[in-house]
Every structure is written in structure tokens, then in C-alpha cells.
């Protein structure tokens, strides 16, 4: 239909009342055309062209310096046409519209009231503008319907304009439309079905903002503060790092998608989940968090590559006891302070370097990692899960915290462990077989309290300061591995695993301490160096530190793999620059006939000094591999003692029997 006709038609409804008073006004309408501040009502409530005279009372189209009232009752549609100024619109019927037509254009200094304005027809490529001028109001319901951004749009006029409680700006569906300039908002923004609604750089000071149905919302450079994000289903949000959100309230689940950012100022409240960034994504998204905020609330770090990001802008940030942080990829960048629940239990990583932990759980499983280069974790939950993984350097550090499961310190990986660190679990060094330097360095004076496994080929317990203890609870088992530092032991060392019974300690000064608790294995395969367990110092060239051990408690030497030793065989099984003290009690595998008292055996041990070897032939009792005199006066040095070694025949007494014995095994040989 053109204009023309509709013009026409427009015409022919205008009650008939109307025109029989439309001559008798005519003097009185050119007077009020030309004063100032006149209220304009639409004439009757039928559909009409805003530029006929006729359809108004008193008989004047409204202008730059009026009020045009849309009141009356009964729904009715008035079209403007042609770029139109007005002073002020007051649509005061709520079945009251206003149309501006593609290619027309409605300038206003107020536009409020009850009734609905709609720009463009939602079919046209020509644009549909409100023209609002300087510190204009908009409080009224206003429908964007055009088939761009650019072809339905609410244009403010200088330097300020405001959208008020009233107001509600919204797009059908399939339409789309925009705000631009500046703009003060307390309204009610909609897009809930498909087409993008943008405002960008207003300035939301309340109000409600929605998206759901595919409908987009574009807040670029916006700012949203005392409002509501509303988060419908397949609703969909466009921002950037300048788009800054603070005490508002998020409702729904809110996703931020690849390739944009927000910003989160104080007070933000998160009633359902966040994710940044969409799964699967090689893209990034970023959420930036201005200082001094705290977050809470669900949030999910998504993508395959680059992954969600939360950055931290200033000098602290905080995690809250009620967030949660989760989710295939992503990183928490800055100074943060955490006391949130953050977990990764599936494939992806999560990076939290430098994060000061305070609380909460970190908990990783099913080939989940999370990166803690640099935390400091106090006071927290460590849930290592099955195939959890846990990357860490030097510089992280766990104390007064619980580590509940089996972790694992992942070969190459460096970890530091401060006062109150609690193992429910097995703690492991490094992977089988894997030479990689992997190393717990322990802090003075803390005891670890748990089975430990030097898996790998350079698993160390690194001990800084003066005192460090293995616990009544220790079980230490590995191929290899080194202590470092003064030790104190008072569990369980027993080199070797499932696959190899036997394995080699090392330790590097000053001291190792055997306590009367503690209890060494010694497991023997055979007579070469790399098939029975050892205990050696080492030391670099132009150390000065020398090697001390300290030896008690109890020693426990058997012969596995069907090994049956020689006569002659001698095993080091510990070697230090200083031998001081012997075990307190030993135990040998019987070893040359029927209770360890054939031609042969029993086995037994000798302490150098330097040493600590267990000898086969019974008769050798200065470890020489000869029968000489020598023999005979240690012998019979520590049957004077009351020295258990002496006791041959094995009945638990020194008696002339084991004389007899020991002159037996003189006379046999080795």
C-alpha cells in the first residue's frame, strides 16, 4: 500500500464530527500553529497519518515546540512517514501506537507514557530512527523492528539522554535494532527470539536486561550497574573487555563465547553458573575482574586450545568460599586469593599459577590437570582422584593442609611442603623408569607421615633447614631415590617395588638418623651391585659436608628371587662417611642349611665404621674373605660383649657352644 493510500484511507476514518469543525477551527489552528508548548491530541481512536491535521484536535500537526497525546481508548496505530520533530510524545493509551515507517524519522525531546512506539516494519532496507535530543527522556515501550542493526535505531542527540524505569526496549522476532550515543538507562531491554538488539556504550544504572531464543544482546563498551541480567535459554550476550558489570544480579547461565570479554566490578552476583568460553573452542574469552572483587558462584573455564581466562586487573582478587571453579581448559591469571572449590576431573588442564589458596578443594581425576606453578596453598583440600594430575614447581608450597587419595608428584615436577601437611593416601615421586629429576623439597622441622614411593630414577625428598622427619607411618619404597638434608627416620625404609624387589637410597649429608622405631629392608637377588637393596652416602667433588648415619632399630635381610648366596658373598648394604652405632636388632634368612646353622651360615653383619655389610660365612667375622686369626678375636671380642653376632648356634644364648660352633665353621672354610 503507498502512502497515498494510506494517507486516503487514513483520512476517510476520521469521524465526520471531526470535519464539520475542521473550517471553524481553521483561524484559531493557524494562531496555535504558531505559539509555543501546545498539547496536541490525537483526535479519535482510529488508525492515521501523524502528519494530517485533521486527525488531531485542535486542528495542527504537532511540532518542535508540542506535545502530541495519544490518548482515548481502544487500540489504534498512527504512522509517521516523513522525518518528523515533535517536543514531546505522551502516548497515554496503553492500546495506543506510534509507527515510524522505513526511510521516516520521529525527533523528540520526551517520549513516555503507556502506549508502544514501533520503528520500521520489520521489512524495508531503509532505516526507522528516533531522534532523541539532547537530555532527552525515553519512558515508554518501544519495538525495534528492523531487518539490521541499522534500520531501526533510537539515536540520542548530544551529550546525554536517559531511558527511564519505564521504559522497555525490545525487538520481535527476527527484527533488530540499536541504541546509539549516550545514554543513561533504568529500563527493561528484551531480545528473545532471533535478531541482535545492540546498546552499545550506554550506561546501565538499573533495569532488567534479557536474552533468550537466539535473540543477541550486544553491551560493547556498555556499563551495568543495580541491574538484572537475565540469561534465558540459547540466550546469547555480546561483550568486550570495556563492557564492565558491578552490583547486579546474573540469573541463569550465562555464557560468555569465544572471542569476547567482560568485565567484572564489585558486587556482581552470579545465581547460577558462568562459563567463559564455549566447548570445544579454539578460540579465547576472557572474563577481566577489576581489584578488590570477589567472586562466588558456579564457573566453568571452557575450549579446547586457548580456553577461558579469568584476569585479575590490579593488586588482589578473591575467590569466594562459595565459588566454584571447573571446566576443560582455561587459567586464573594474577594476584588472586582463593577459597573456592576448583576441580578438574576430566581431559583439559586448568592453570592456577600463583593463586594463594586459603580454603577450599582442589581436586583433580580422569587425566584432569590442574598447573599450580607457584601457589601457595593454606588450609585447603587436596583431592587427588584416580589419574588425577597436579603440575607444580618449587616455588609451590602446601602446608596445613589435607592431601586425601594417592598423589602423584609427575616426573620432572618440583613441590614444596610446609608444616601440617596431611596424607591420607600413598604419596609417589616421579613415573617407573622415567630419569627425570623430580624432587619434595620439605621445609624445617615437618614430618611426613605416609607410604612414599620413589617411583622414577631421580626421586628426592629434599629436606630445608636442620630437621626433617619420615614418620612412624612412612613406608619408603622405590627403585631409586635420595634424601638430601638431615633426615630422621622412624618407619619403614624398603627399597624396591612390585617390578624390582631391590632398589638403591642414596643421601647426600650431614646426617640420617635410624630411630629404635624405625625399621630397614634389605632385599638381596644376588651378589652384584644392582641386585640387592643399599643405603649410600654420595657426596660431589669438593663437598665439604660429611655423610653421617646413625644407625638403630631394626634390620631385616632376606634373600628373594631363589637366591641362595655363596659362602664366600658379602653384600654392602650401607656405605657413609661415618658408620655410627649398629641396628638394635637383626633379622637374616637363615642361609646354609637347616636353620642357618649348616657348613655355611648363619649369616650375619659387619659394621666398619665406613660400612655396614652382611657376611654369609659365618667364621669371617672381619668381612676379609679369609679365615685368620683376626677371625677368632672379633669373635671372641663379642662374645665377651654379649654381642648378639656371637650367638652361632642360635639358641638366643652365649654359650661354650658357640665356640664350638664358630671353630666349626673355622675349620670348614668359606
Known sequence: MTRCSIAHATRSRTPLALLAVAGLGAVGAVAQ?????????????????????????????PGANDTALLGGVGPYLVTVWAPTPVGMVLLASPQASLLVRPGASLTVGELEGEGTLRLSDGTSTTPAELLVENRGTIDAEIF?????????????????????????VTAPDGASGSITGPWTSEATIL??????????????????????????????????????IEVGPDARFVTNQNTIVSDSTIVGQFMLRSGQDITFGRGVVLQDSLTINEPGSTGQARLFVEDGVALNGEILLEGSTSGGEIIGLG?????????????????????????????????????????EVVGGTLRSSGGGRLDLAGATITNATIQAGPGGLFRTTVTTSISNSTIVGDFTLASGQRLTFGRGVELQGDLTLGAPRVAAQTQLYVENRVTLNAPIRLAGLEGELVGLGNRHTLGPDVVLTGTSGKLTGPWTSEGVISMGDATNPVGV???????????????????????????????????????????????????????????????????????????DGTFASTTIEPVGGAGGVGAVGPAHIVYTGETVLV????????????????????????????????????????????????????????
Not at 539490521?148 to 519505564?166: E, K, P, Q, Y
Not at 651378589?527 to 659436608?545: K, L
Request: hydrophobic residues 40%.
Open 33 to 61: 500553529s504558531a505559539s509555543a508548548q501546545r498539547t496536541i491530541e490525537w483526535a479519535s481512536p482510529v488508525d492515521g497519518d501523524f502528519a494530517v491535521a485533521g486527525n488531531w484536535l485542535p486542528m495542527a500537526v
Open 144 to 168: 525495534l523492528g528492523g531487518t539490521r542493526l541499522d534500520r531501526a535505531r533510537i539515536v540520542g542527540l548530544g551529550s546525554s539522554h536517559t531511558l527511564g524505569r519505564n521504559a522497555v
Open 191 to 228: 531480545k528473545e527470539g532471533p535478531g541482535v538488539l545492540s546498546v552499545s556504550g550506554l550506561e546501565i544504572v538499573g533495569g532488567r536486561l534479557r536474552s533468550s531464543g537466539g535473540g543477541q544482546i550486544v553491551l560493547s563498551n556498555a556499563t551495568v550497574t543495580d541491574a538484572t
Open 615 to 670: 657376611v654369609v660365612c659365618a667364621a669371617d667375622r672381619d668381612a676379609d674373605g679369609e679365615l685368620t686369626i683376626f677371625d677368632f678375636l672379633v669373635f671372641q671380642n663379642q662374645f665377651d660383649d654379649g654381642d648378639p653376632r656371637a650367638d652361632l648356634d642360635g639358641d638366643g644364648s652365649l654359650t661354650l657352644f658357640d665356640f664350638l660352633a664358630f671353630q666349626n665353621r673355622f675349620d670348614a672354610g668359606c
Open 315 to 355: 593488586d588482589v582478587h578473591f575467590l569466594g568460599p562459595d565459588a566454584v571453579v571447573t571446566g576443560e581448559r582455561g587459567a586464573i591469571v594474577g594476584p588472586w586469593i582463593s577459597e573456592a572449590d576448583i576441580f578438574n576431573d576430566g581431559p583439559g588442564g586448568l592453570s592456577l599459577s600463583g593463586l
Open 505 to 579: 637410597l642414596e643421601f647426600s649429608g650431614p646426617i640420617v638418623e635410624l630411630t629404635p622405631s624405625s625399621r630397614t629392608v634389605i632385599d638381596i637377588a644376588g651378589p652384584a651391585d644392582d641386585q640387592f637393596d643399599r643405603f649410600e652416602a654420595v657426596s660431589f667433588p669438593g663437598d665439604p659436608i660429611i655423610a653421617v648415619i646413625e644407625l638403630d632399630g631394626a634390620l631385616h635381610v632376606e634373600f628373594v628371587d631363589g637366591y641362595t648366596p655363596d659362602p664366600r658373598d658379602r653384600f654392602e648394604i650401607v656405605r657413609a662417611t661415618v658408620v
